[in-house]
């Protein structure tokens, strides 16, 4: 059975997306089956495999959105994309700001609302090592659903400003809600550190203060520097010149965290 995981944070901007899509990417290269479903309707993930993948076609089409198989009962396995190697897509788009709409709708019990998109993916994760869920910077029903079907979170926390509070607000959130009253088997894997600059006082302060908070072992020894490529990747989907210095910084952090977290499932 594959692994379904979320790199997430309430907050946004911090990087969840470009993570998710990276660290899925390098996942894949190793040989590892990986299906990324974007679970926002700004559909940011989307577009960068889109992008990404538009480099080998010309036109890439989406045929049914994620929104639109949810209400005609249309099973997921149909609206895979594929991207690459190894590497599929569940693309998303507008209509899904539809979904908290449709769950409410749909069923009169909360727990039903929460574990619905879990029912939505079983046949999925006998299909794929990993599975990641990029989900929007939100506390709602919404995500509650992705968190529900999760087994392991990635908490992305952004060394540079006061996000440590944010995190802690997260992870409580994540404890009494989804594992105390929805019952959900989700675990929190670690926190992986988003730095602003290598070296920089202000991400080594609140990086010792995680480290200090949430102890030592939760935190990844891997972390991510904000890197000029990445932003650049918005606009080009992901590059990986072999020759290129700058995609394999970029390749190069992010199969290091790949592996950290193949490492840390393995230990569960
Ligand atoms: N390591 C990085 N280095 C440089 N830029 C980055 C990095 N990670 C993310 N970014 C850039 O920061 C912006 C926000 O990143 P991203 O969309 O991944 O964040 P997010 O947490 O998913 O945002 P949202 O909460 O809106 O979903 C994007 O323009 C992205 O390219
Ligand atoms: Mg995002």
Redesign the pocket.
């Known amino acids: 059975m594959g692994k379904v995981i979320s790199f997430a944070?309430f907050?946004?901007?911090?990087?969840?997306?470009?993570?998710?899509?990276?660290v899925g990417y390098n996942l894949s290269k190793m040989g590892k089956k990986v299906l990324m479903i974007d679970f926002?309707a700004?559909a940011?993930?989307t577009s960068l495999l889109l992008k990404t993948k538009s480099k080998d076609e010309d036109i890439v089409t989406i045929g049914t959105s994620l929104m639109s198989a949810i209400t005609n009962n249309i099973n997921l396995g149909e609206i895979v994309l594929n991207i690459e190697d190894n590497l599929d897509l569940i693309p998303n788009a507008v209509d899904f700001s539809m979904y908290p709409r449709f769950l409410e709708k749909e069923f009169d019990d909360e727990n039903k609302r929460v574990s619905f998109f879990n029912s939505l993916i079983v046949d999925l994760k006998k299909e794929y090592d990993y599975i990641f869920i990029?989900?929007?910077?939100t506390l709602s029903l919404l995500n509650d659903t992705a968190f529900f079907s999760c087994d392991q979170i990635v908490v992305?926390l952004q060394t540079q400003e006061r996000s440590l509070a944010g995190a802690e607000i997260f992870i409580k959130y994540l404890q009494d809600t989804l594992i105390d009253i929805f019952h959900s088997g989700v675990d929190i894997l670690g926190i992986l550190p988003?730095l602003s600059k290598k070296g920089a006082k202000v991400d080594l302060v609140v990086l010792e203060e995680a480290k200090k908070e949430f102890g030592e072992n939760n935190v990844f020894n891997n972390t991510?520097?904000?890197?000029?490529?990445?932003?650049?990747?918005?606009m080009t989907g992901i590059t990986d010149d072999k020759k290129d210095i700058h995609d394999k910084r970029?390749h190069s952090?992010f199969s290091n965290v790949a592996k950290e977290l193949l490492d840390r499932l393995e230990m569960e």
Do not use: Y
Not at 134 to 137: E, F, I, L, S
């Open positions: 944070n907050k946004g901007g911090v990087g969840k997306t470009s993570t998710t899509a990276l926002d700004q940011n993930l990029d989900v929007p910077p992305v988003v991510i520097s904000i890197m000029e490529r990445v932003k650049r990747m918005d970029v952090a």
